[in-house]
């Protein structure tokens, strides 16, 4: 299936969504976020793990298409 992949940079007080892309992924919603998280690694961000405070989900909304949300942390280059 293809979804969209939304980065998002996460921030002491902000979020900001970075950039999207689409790609081919697994119908598994857990190895799906996996990949993606995987792909946007790849891109030089750095993924922000749930259990410190990343927010990694796949995200079904009604009425629209649906998404992976990924969180990185901020580039220390702007």
Not at 9 to 14: R, V
Not at 35 to 49: N, S
């Amino acid at each position: 299936m293809k979804v969209e992949i939304v980065v998002i940079e996460a921030g002491p007080d902000y979020m900001d969504r970075l950039e999207s892309f689409v790609m081919e992924l697994p119908e598994d919603e857990d190895q799906a976020v996996a990949e993606a998280i995987k792909a946007v690694e790849a891109k030089g961000y750095t993924v922000i793990p749930d259990d410190q405070g990343g927010c990694n989900a796949y995200c079904s909304v009604s009425g629209g298409e649906d998404y992976i949300a990924v969180t990185v942390a901020p580039s220390m280059v702007k």
